[in-house]
T-cell receptor
Framework: GAVVSQHPSWVICKSGTSVKIECRSL??????MFWYRQFPKQSLMLMAT?????????EQGVEKDKFLINHASLTLSTLTVTSAHPEDSSFYIC????????FGPGTRLTVL | GEDVEQSLFLSVREGDSSVINCTYT??????LYWYKQEPGAGLQLLTY?????DMKQDQRLTVLLNKKDKHLSLRIADTQTGDSAIYFC????????????FGQGTELSVKP
């Protein structure tokens, strides 16, 4: 079946640094990918829709300059958390549709 | 906006059936999903149902969809301790560009 991978699976960084998270569709092409964020004991909240070859669409309240999304190919979308702060610590999950929605394993970001 | 609601907790005894309920508001839903999330892990797609179906069965899992009432349920037969997890209901609408709207998640606790 369709598989979505994410890298890294976890990352710890210092406050003020930038962190890049990769999301790859392994055996299918995805013109659209989605980035979600999940805080502890909460549900998933959509952050943005990543569109191959064009600008991402951000949900209300998500800062596009802080969460940079690049979808440079049909199998790769990246999310860069710029100038990360402790409140950005969260579980970041990407997904793609095949058309069934398939999720990556998630990336746990901890900002010290 | 569109909304998905779930009860937060369910506790059952091992061997009993579990029924997790979900309601949604989007009348244009195309796919409805059930995901399982174990502590510290990503989302595992359990099953999904297309909006023109009433029921879908897959081994111990039975999904019932009442489109008129916008009600979705997941029944787990012969519940095991390994089924303890958080279960998320999610829907994809026809006019949502492929993104999913998630419920809050139901924490299933299976007691021996």
């Amino acid at each position: 079946g369709a598989v979505v991978s994410q890298h890294p699976s976890w990352v710890i960084c210092k406050s003020g640094t930038s962190v890049k998270i990769e999301c790859r569709s392994l055996d299918f092409q995805a013109t659209t990918m989605f980035w979600y964020r999940q805080f502890p004991k909460q549900s998933l909240m959509l952050m943005a829709t990543s569109n191959e070859g064009s600008k991402a669409t951000y949900e209300q309240g998500v800062e596009k300059d802080k969460f940079l999304i690049n979808h440079a190919s049909l199998t790769l979308s990246t999310l860069t958390v710029t100038s990360a702060h402790p409140e950005d610590s969260s579980f970041y999950i990407c997904s793609a549709s095949t058309p069934i929605s398939v999720f990556g394993p998630g990336t746990r970001l901890t900002v010290l | 906006g569109e909304d998905v609601e779930q009860s937060l907790f369910l506790s059952v005894r091992e061997g009993d059936s579990s029924v997790i309920n979900c309601t949604y508001t989007d009348s244009s839903s195309t796919y409805l999903y059930w995901y399982k999330q174990e502590p510290g892990a990503g989302l595992q797609l359990l099953t999904y149902i297309f909006s023109n179906m009433d029921m879908k069965q897959d081994q111990r899992l039975t999904v019932l969809l009442n489109k008129k009432d916008k009600h979705l349920s997941l029944r787990i037969a012969d519940t095991q301790t390994g089924d303890s997890a958080i279960y998320f209901c999610a829907e994809k609408g026809d006019n949502q560009g492929g993104k999913l709207i998630f419920g809050q998640g139901t924490e299933l606790s299976v007691k021996p």
